[in-house]
């Protein structure tokens, strides 16, 4: 069972990946702000994988990326950025950060398991 924290304010997007992902292959915890992202993050048994939105409370996801990388104990947790955000670069900023990738929102419902696992092995 994989472990993935989302680190996403928005409820009806977080429910929306639980519903995407099968229960038995993944536990997810939530982090409803950046500040919140380093404490889960920092937990043992650390998640394996990060789903990490840009726009939350208590700071920007991107700030909180910084963090993490920085972190020796979470620089080696794969962080996927997910993000409704118009901007073109974005994707290359959050990869040249750190993150593994970048899935824009709104999610495809069809591809998102898999495309999330091919950006965190």
Do not use: C, H, Y
Not at 70 to 97: E, N, Y
Request: proline fraction near 6%; charged fraction near 20%; charge should be neutral.
């Amino acid at each position: 069972m994989k472990r993935l924290l989302i680190a996403d304010d928005d409820r009806m997007f977080v429910e929306l990946v639980r519903a995407l992902l099968p229960s038995s292959s993944w536990q997810v915890s939530v982090a409803n702000d950046s500040m919140q992202v380093m404490m889960f993050a920092m937990r043992t048994p650390a998640p394996e994988a990060i789903l990490l939105d840009i726009n939350m409370p208590g700071g920007t996801g991107l700030s909180a990326l910084q963090r993490l990388k920085q972190s020796a104990k979470t620089a080696l947790i794969p962080v996927v950025v997910v993000s409704g955000a118009q901007d073109s670069m974005l994707p290359d900023q959050v990869r040249l950060l750190g993150a593994k990738g970048f899935i824009a929102k709104p999610v495809n419902a069809q591809t998102f398991e898999s495309e999330l696992l091919r950006l965190i092995e």
